[in-house]
């Protein structure tokens, strides 16, 4: 699909997408209860449900009407997979569910894009290797086979917060108490105490012993709840950054009180606006391609923690250098670190290229609302936030849509 998007003002309000990260770690939970739990106001987006139809392959019923979920919850260390576990491009969806899958010492097989079967899994392989546990790649497919044990495990804590929620998902109902050991530096810690916040709605419990290792109590259970999805302040900081070009744009809908590491784009959105910082994004990498942009319009930035950006949908540092210099902005990308120099902003020379990846796709967007132009690939913003052209819209921003 290519998306026109004409040079505009943005001015309204708008609700937040739901917090998909928030989304997936209930679904799971709320999978692991036995007996029937309430999620309220998830989104539609491609990730989660994906995450809805990989619960279905491992047998736990999720009834969906609109934006709520019923789940109604089973033993998953006695369930028998009915199926593959199909988790399309959501990286989340198949490193929080393999721990899952583990518990039941039968063969479960998991399938995807093959951008996400080629995201590293390796603190998996390697785990199930020194644990006696099946782990087969064949390029396509993963296949585990359990049963997970309860433990001490050793997790490198630069690669992905994933792996460790992953493991925070299924060790607890585990009889023993187990240990996550986190080799350090720990980047993306605020999402493992989202997972550990999500838990806790559903009655679970884990403990940091000191900044590097949780202890999770075994023999605990699961309780069914009612819980509510809160807005989604990652999705929510493309159309923020409207209001740094000149936009009145509200968005509703956020948590203030949230734990969301990425709560802290509003700082960050100051720095750039208004100089040109040196910022450290290895808590928020999801942010890395929307502050390249801002920063590319306004005055240049800094950007250090940047290496996990190879490892996302697309490569997003080479592809946001790709794009911008379509802009006039030249973008340096080093092994860690990503300069973005102050240059002669204008229109692009030529379409964009969204890179199949939702985060440039809203990226490139906001700056056309300065410039006019295109871009192609842009159903990519189904992944995480499929109302963003209707919202752009709705804020008087003139969006046509073409099938190519």
């Known amino acids: 699909m290519k998306v026109r998007i004409e040079k505009g003002t943005a001015n309204g309000t708008i609700v937040a997408p739901a917090s998909k990260s928030m989304a997936h770690r209930m679904l799971i939970c709320a999978a692991m209860c036995r007996g029937e739990s309430k999620i309220t106001g998830l989104s539609d987006c491609m990730d989660v449900s994906a995450t809805i139809d990989c619960l279905n392959a491992l047998g736990i019923k999720v009834n969906i009407d609109g934006n709520n979920a019923t789940v109604?919850?089973?033993?998953?260390?006695?369930?028998?997979?009915?199926?593959?576990?199909?988790?399309?491009?959501?990286?989340s969806t198949l490193r929080f569910l393999i721990p899952v899958a583990l518990l039941s010492g039968k063969t479960t097989m998991f399938c995807g894009a093959k951008s996400l079967m080629q995201r590293p899994m390796g603190v998996y392989d390697n785990l199930c290797k020194q644990k006696g546990m099946d782990f087969i790649v064949d390029g396509e497919t993963i296949a585990v086979k359990g049963p997970l044990k309860a433990g001490e495990y050793t997790v490198v804590g630069n690669v992905s917060s994933q792996f460790i929620s992953g493991l925070l998902f299924a060790l607890p109902v585990l009889k023993k108490e187990s240990r996550i050991k986190i080799l350090p530096p720990i980047e993306s810690r605020s999402y493992i105490e989202m997972t550990r916040a999500a838990q806790k709605l559903f009655g679970i419990e884990s403990v940091w012993e000191d900044e590097h290792t949780l202890y999770i109590p075994g023999g605990q259970t699961y309780k069914s709840a009612n819980v509510a999805v809160e807005?989604?302040?990652?999705?929510?900081?493309?159309?923020?950054?409207?209001?740094?070009?000149?936009?009145?744009?509200?968005?509703?809908?956020?948590?203030?009180?949230?734990?969301?590491?990425?709560?802290?784009?509003?700082?960050?959105?100051?720095?750039?606006?208004?100089?040109?910082?040196?910022?450290h994004i290895g808590d928020c990498p999801d942010l890395g391609p929307i502050f390249f942009a801002i920063a590319a319009a306004k005055n240049g930035g800094v950007f250090s923690g940047t290496k996990r950006l190879k490892i996302k949908e697309s490569d997003r540092a080479q592809?946001?250098?790709?794009?911008?210099?379509?802009?006039?902005?030249?973008?340096?990308?080093?092994?860690?670190?990503?300069?973005?120099?102050?240059?002669?902003?204008?229109?692009?020379?030529?379409?964009?290229?969204?890179?199949?990846?939702?985060?440039?796709?809203?990226s490139l967007a906001v700056l056309l609302t300065m410039t006019g132009g295109e871009i192609e690939g842009a159903e990519a913003v189904e992944k995480s936030y499929p109302a963003f052209f209707e919202h752009l819209k709705s804020l008087g921003i003139g969006v046509t849509t073409y099938e190519i």
Do not use: W
């Not at 109604?72 to 399309?88: A, I, Q, S, Y």
């Not at 509703?252 to 208004?274: H, R, T």
């Open 231 to 279: 807005g989604d302040y990652s999705g929510a900081a493309f159309p923020d950054a409207l209001n740094l070009f000149g936009g009145n744009v509200l968005v509703e809908g956020l948590n203030p009180e949230s734990i969301q590491g990425d709560a802290v784009y509003k700082k960050y959105f100051q720095a750039l606006n208004s100089g040109v910082p040196t910022v």
């Open 319 to 362: 592809a946001m250098a790709e794009e911008l210099k379509k802009f006039g902005t030249s973008v340096a990308v080093q092994e860690d670190k990503v300069v973005v120099y102050p240059a002669s902003f204008h229109a692009p020379t030529e379409p964009l290229n969204s890179h199949n990846d939702h985060r440039i796709a809203m």
């Open 72 to 91: 109604f919850g089973e033993d998953l260390t006695k369930v028998t997979p009915n199926g593959t576990l199909c988790c399309r491009e959501s990286g």
